[in-house]
Structures are given as structure tokens and as C-alpha cells.
């Protein structure tokens, strides 16, 4: 599939649910019961035709998101339908690792090739804090097990001024010593974050090509992210950086929602309902390819 600026979109985000047992910061606020309307929520059945449809239509790659994706029931099912069924060539989750440990085999085994691991601090009390009642324990365990079952693991660590950014050396030594990669990630002015991005802001390509073992004029760009070439390192160390034109440039993502709709950016706040298409498997087609000449050339978040 292309959208009207040549773009291939390959790369489907799928949110199953708007529950979470954190509440970062950045994320959510700290009184958000996460109370999702029963009524709204997508089937498993919904999810499945989603999914096959758009693999029909070229899509290779699904992430499955949250909120926390783990918490979702039918989580396992969906990763080997994608996987095993759709022939989906990568198919990943983005968690906070709590309680993964317990399922990791199944996961494993039901076709998960990697997983986007969120850490924002490798001190425990800090972690704790930004997480609003997290557990590093539980996350570096997920690491561990994950390298233990070669399920690939990208670290994200959000970067927030006078919080983290004394910890860069300590995030690079993951991936010194394990096959990981850790990504710096900005803070964006869009939802909750708002706020908290008008004094904490760190621009991640300034503060990354500060660092002595960084050489700034050696890197890859792969997707949204930036991978620095840093000497000695098992995994790679990388930049997510959305004020930054690359990031967008080669966008090749679209997001489906819990309860049925489309978001052709990331950070915008359009949404197109696709709830009258599911199981119209003609119609759901050419709706999806007339919807992509509308993905933007980019967002207005800076």
C-alpha cells in the first residue's frame, strides 16, 4: 500500500485495550481509572479481520500496543493468528514487562519475534516514581528472559530533563553487554505529556552526539529511529527524535484503535471510524486504500 506521497505502508499499530497496571507520567494521569466502555471495545473476531485484511493489502509488520498489551486475554491468539496464519513476517508487543515473564514461552512459541520494552530509569526508586508503582525488577527480568528466549528486545527510554539524562552511560552498558537496542525517546507535546514537555524537554540528538564515544557523523537511519555507531557494544544505541524531518519522511506506519478507528499519524488527534467496513472484506479494501491518500506528510507537534 501507498498513501499520496509515495510512502510504502507496511507497518500496522494495533491498541487492544486502554488498560494499563502503570501510570507513567507522560502517559496517563494519576487518577485514570482506564474504565473502557465494554460496548466499544473491538471482538477478537473484529481484530482477526482486521489483521487479515490488511496483510492482504501488504502490510508485514504488527506491534501490538496498549495501553498494556499483556493485559489483553486474547493477546497470545492474536500474536499466532498474525504470525503463523496472516503470515505476517514481524510480529512484536510493546509492554512494560510486568507479568511477562510468566507467558513468555507461550508467546514465544505463538510467534512473537521481539518486543519494544519501556525503562525509563535503571534505579529503582526513580523507576518507581515515573512509573507511579512500577517494578525494575520485573522489567530487566523481561530483558533476561527475552535474551534467554532470542525474542528481540528495543529498550525505550523516555528522556526527562533533571530526571534521567545522567543515566545515558548507564542505558549504553545494556547495550554493551546485551544483544539489545536502546532507544532515546523525546518527550512530545501531545496528551498528558504536554505539560511536563514545556520544562523537560531534552533534545535527544544534542545531548546523544555530546558523548564522547559517539560519533555523530557515523550512523543509520532505519525507520524513525537514528542507530549512533558506538564501539564495542553487543546491541545498537539510537534516537527517537519527532521534531526531527526524518521522522516522518519515511513514516510507514497506520494505528487502529481499540474501538475501531483509524489514525494515519501517530500523534494526531483525527481519527476515521472503521467499525461499518469490519467483515465487508471488498468494501473494507478499497475504504482502506481511498483513507491512506489522506495520511499526512507530517505532524504538527512542534
Not at 557523523?217 to 555507531?229: A, F, I, L, T
Amino acid at each position: 500500500m501507498k498513501d499520496s506521497y509515495s510512502r510504502e505502508i507496511n507497518y500496522l499499530i494495533i491498541s487492544l485495550s486502554d488498560k494499563c497496571n502503570l501510570r507513567c507520567v507522560y502517559c496517563k494521569s494519576e487518577d485514570d481509572k482506564c474504565e473502557e466502555d465494554l460496548d466499544d471495545i473491538l471482538s477478537l473476531d473484529d481484530f482477526k479481520f482486521l489483521i487479515k485484511s490488511f496483510a492482504e493489502l501488504g502490510i508485514n509488520k504488527v506491534k501490538f500496543v496498549g495501553g498494556e498489551p499483556l493485559l489483553y486475554p486474547y493477546l497470545k491468539e492474536l500474536i499466532y493468528f498474525a504470525k503463523y496464519e496472516c503470515k505476517i513476517d514481524e510480529v512484536s508487543i510493546a509492554t512494560n514487562g510486568h507479568h511477562f515473564c510468566e507467558n513468555a514461552i507461550e508467546l514465544k512459541k505463538n510467534g512473537l519475534d521481539s518486543i519494544d520494552l519501556g525503562i525509563d530509569s535503571l534505579k529503582s526508586y526513580k523507576y518507581n516514581a515515573v512509573t507511579r508503582g512500577g517494578n525494575l525488577n520485573e522489567a530487566l527480568n523481561t530483558l533476561n528472559t527475552c535474551e534467554r528466549l532470542k525474542i528481540k528486545v528495543k529498550v525505550n527510554c523516555v528522556l526527562i530533563e533533571e530526571f534521567n539524562t545522567d543515566e545515558l552511560h548507564d542505558f549504553i552498558r545494556l547495550a554493551k553487554y546485551n544483544e539489545v537496542d536502546v532507544r532515546f525517546m523525546e518527550l512530545v507535546p501531545w496528551g498528558i505529556s504536554k505539560e511536563l514537555y514545556k520544562y523537560n524537554y531534552v533534545n535527544t540528538k544534542l545531548l546523544m552526539e555530546s558523548i564522547d564515544e559517539v560519533d555523530s557523523m557515523n550512523y543509520e537511519e532505519e525507520s524513525s529511529v537514528k542507530y549512533y555507531k558506538i564501539n564495542n557494544l553487543k546491541g545498537r544505541v539510537g534516537i527517537i527524535s519527532p521534531s526531527s524531518p526524518t521522522f516522518c519522511n519515511d513514516c510507514n506506519k497506520i494505528m487502529i484503535t481499540h474501538d475501531g478507528f483509524i489514525r494515519l499519524c501517530y500523534f494526531a488527534d483525527e481519527e476515521i471510524s472503521l467499525r461499518d467496513f469490519i467483515h465487508k472484506p471488498i468494501m473494507f479494501k478499497e475504504v482502506i486504500k481511498n483513507i491512506l491518500m489522506e495520511k499526512p506528510r507530517a505532524h504538527e507537534l512542534v
